[in-house]
T-cell receptor, first 115, second 112 residues
Framework: EPEVTQTPSHQVTQMGQEVILRCVPI?????FYWYRQILGQKVEFLVS????????KSEIFDDQFSVERPDGSNFTLKIRSTKLEDSAMYFC?????????????FGEGSWLTVV | QKEVEQDPGPLSVPEGAIVSLNCTYS??????FMWYRQYSRKGPELLMY????GNKEDGRFTAQVDKSSKYISLFIRDSQPSDSATYLC????????????FGTGTRLTIIP
């Protein structure tokens, strides 16, 4: 079964530091997403990405966040200057195309702790 | 009012029982409804996907959508200990899964 892989599984960083979370989506997928889940809270949409550009982003995804697909396989989320409230599980997801019934496949997540 | 509301539980039922999980939503623009299962410290895994009102069955799982009441349900028949997980409802307004809005999740434990 193909899967979305994420690294690191857990990262601890100091407030104000830059963090890059990496994802390798499933190889034939075209649409990529980042979601986050603060401990004890619901999964929240951050951003969707298609054809090398952001297609939609939430109000959470402010100027501190950026996404990139640098080499055709990796999909990264960068947080420029981390805050305590950025501590969360970050999920990468992908889907082959946007149509009825298509499954979004989620990775196992990267747990970010900002201290 | 939250866009999607889900009772967080926890919910404990004996093995073999029928489980009923529910979500309500406030925005009538939601057209696509999903149920995800999430094991501890893992990513969500899609269980069921329904479009508009109606029922959909897949093995032991049945998903129901009532758009007039803005209410969706997931039924699990013959529940097994391996069904113990957090169940998340999710919905989207646009075709496909462009942006999912999740409920908070219901933590379910099946007691052997």
């Amino acid at each position: 079964e193909p899967e979305v892989t994420q690294t690191p599984s857990h990262q601890v960083t100091q407030m104000g530091q830059e963090v890059i979370l990496r994802c390798v989506p499933i190889s034939n997928h075209l649409y990529f997403y980042w979601y986050r889940q603060i401990l004890g809270q619901k999964v929240e949409f951050l951003v969707s990405f298609y054809n090398n550009e952001i297609s939609e982003k939430s109000e959470i995804f402010d100027d501190q966040f950026s996404v990139e697909r640098p080499d055709g396989s990796n999909f990264t989320l960068k947080i420029r200057s981390t805050k305590l409230e950025d501590s969360a599980m970050y999920f990468c997801a992908s889907t082959p195309m946007v149509e009825i019934g298509n499954t979004i496949y989620f990775g196992e997540g990267s747990w970010l702790t900002v201290v | 009012q939250k866009e999607v509301e889900q009772d967080p539980g926890p919910l404990s039922v004996p093995e073999g029982a029928i489980v009923s999980l529910n979500c309500t939503y406030s925005n009538s623009a939601f057209q696509y409804f999903m149920w995800y299962r999430q094991y501890s410290r893992k990513g969500p895994e899609l269980l069921m996907y329904t479009y508009s009102s109606g029922n959909k069955e897949d093995g032991r799982f049945t998903a129901q959508v009532d758009k007039s009441s803005k209410y969706i349900s997931l039924f699990i028949r013959d529940s097994q200990p391996s069904d113990s997980a957090t169940y998340l409802c999710a919905m989207s307004k646009l075709l496909g899964n462009e942006k999912l809005t999740f409920g908070t999740g219901t933590r379910l434990t099946i007691i052997p």
